[in-house]
């Protein structure tokens, strides 16, 4: 957590010193998981999700954003339409931090220095990586455990809609998807050669998770080159 504020602090002094336009806030939702247990609804967040995220607009089309997630992580066997997958009746209960960077596209030009309300669907991606803890099922028991964390890197796809409001109040929603490089959130694939027995599903699939919720940001800064004086 020291390091992720250095750097946000820092992202924030050299955005100060070439006055453009920032956007501090919040993201506000829930979470599905998309593994080896549980349903396969690509959406549908069944835990509690929330995040800070900080965005410097460096143009009326594009941003530079960088996020950190915090959220629950909940799979149920018996909320699957998979007969297999009821009958085993694996559940998966866990939490999982994540820190994610990347650029934002709008579809239309967002000037917050309009003067007058704007609003646009845009595109989000970047890269991503989570910490979780490493769980296994064990042979007869249908509840995951664990004890280590291991860090998942990924690939974040967002799309969304946002408006301002209130002047320097920005009020978004948006779906985004981590396609990640682990197969283990869920424990159906641990690391340690001493649990192989342990491993399970799709070995050829790896795991994903999915944000869907609200952002609610505050803009501030001068203008920058890009809107009228």
Excluded at 78 to 86: A, G, M, T, V, Y
Aim: glycine fraction near 10%; hydrophobic fraction near 35%.
């Amino acid at each position: 957590m020291r390091y992720i504020a250095v750097i946000i602090l820092s992202l924030l002094s050299v955005n100060f010193s070439q006055s453009q336009i920032n956007e501090l806030g919040v993201f506000v939702g829930g979470s599905n998981l998309i593994g080896d247990v549980g349903a396969t609804n690509y959406i549908s967040p069944n835990a509690p999700s929330l995040g800070i995220l900080y965005k410097w607009n460096k143009s009326a089309r594009h941003s530079w954003r960088i996020s950190l997630i915090y959220s629950d992580l909940k799979a149920y066997d018996d909320k699957s339409d998979d007969p297999r997958r009821i009958q085993r009746d694996y559940s998966f209960d866990a939490n999982l931090l994540e820190i994610a960077a990347g650029m934002e596209f709008t579809f239309l030009d967002f000037n917050l220095h309009a003067g007058r309300k704007v609003a646009t669907p845009y595109l989000y991606s970047g890269v991503s990586v989570a910490r979780h803890r490493d769980y296994y099922f064990l042979n007869g028991l249908q509840t995951a455990v664990g004890g280590g964390s291991s860090l998942a890197f990924g690939i974040p796809m967002a799309i969304g809609f946002k408006t301002n409001f209130l002047e320097n109040f920005i009020l978004g929603f948006e779906i985004g998807t981590r396609f990640t490089f682990s197969d283990n959130i869920d424990g159906s694939y641990p690391d340690d050669q001493t649990l192989q027995p342990y491993r399970f599903g799709n070995q050829n699939n790896n795991d994903w998770y999915t944000f869907t919720g609200f952002t609610l940001t505050y803009t501030f800064g001068e203008n920058p080159c890009y809107c009228p004086n």
